[in-house]
């Protein structure tokens, strides 16, 4: 079946460094793929997405660029503020007609002043 | 546009009880699934409602029924409340469905606790 993975966290970082979070997936058929944010307390909002090979998404600063060729969709931003802090899911829908959504684990960030 | 509201926000429950948690969809989004998230287990799937009409499935116990209403508000409900069960669920409404084309908007949970 789908499955994503994502690096484990915490990832600590300063603020203003430069931020990846590793996303990878398995998927039967041509799947959408997503970056989904949780700040504390609250549900998640969408930050991404990327609907096809090649696509790049970005909102916020943050960027992710969907590669087939090796199954993966990391998170980049150039700079992270403190109010960046939150759990980050990558996700993944199916192409074809409906599907529900597979999520990773989650990936919590943390940016110190 | 309002978001999507889940009620009640918290709740407390001891074993064997049952719980009904609410969901209202964005105007004019059809489609509701529910989600559980706990530390282990992460977000998994509940089920999805699509025109008061169970489109999908996850893998839980038939403990764990839903229903949708004609306008497209949805509950859930949890019987026999075990331990285990403690998890925020959330609800996410779309305009057709969870697909590669239509993004799911997700509300702010309800935080289930059972003791």
């Known amino acids: 079946g789908d499955s994503v993975t994502q690096m484990e966290g915490p990832v600590t970082l300063s603020e203003e460094a430069f931020l990846t979070i590793n996303c990878t997936y398995t998927?039967?058929?041509?799947?959408?793929l997503f970056w989904y944010v949780q700040y504390p307390g609250e549900g998640l909002q969408l930050l991404l997405k990327a609907t096809k090979a090649d696509d790049k998404g970005s909102n916020k600063g943050f960027e992710a660029t969907y590669r087939k060729e090796t199954t993966s969709f990391h998170l980049e931003k150039g700079s992270v503020q403190v109010s960046d802090s939150a759990v980050y899911f990558c996700?993944?829908?199916?192409?074809?007609?409906?599907?529900?959504?597979?999520f990773g684990k989650g990936t919590m960030l943390l940016v110190s002043p | 546009k309002a978001g999507v509201t889940q009620t009640p926000r918290y709740l407390i429950k001891t074993r064997g009880q049952q719980v009904t948690l609410s969901c209202s969809p964005i105007?004019?989004?059809?489609?509701v699934s529910w989600y559980q998230q706990t530390p282990g287990q992460g977000l998994q799937f509940l089920f999805e409602?699509?025109?008061?009409?169970?489109?999908n499935k996850g893998n839980f116990p038939g403990r764990f029924s839903g229903r949708q209403f004609s306008n497209s508000r949805s509950e859930m409900n949890v019987s026999t409340l075990e331990l285990g069960d403690s998890a925020l669920y959330l609800c996410a409404s779309s305009t057709d469905g969870p697909s590669s084309t239509d993004t799911q908007y997700f509300g702010p949970g309800t935080r289930l606790t059972v003791l």
């Open positions: 996700a993944l829908s199916e192409g074809s007609g409906y599907s529900t959504l597979t």
């Open positions: 409602y699509f025109s008061e009409t169970q489109r």
């Open positions: 105007s004019g989004h059809r489609s």
């Open positions: 998927a039967t058929g041509y799947p959408s």
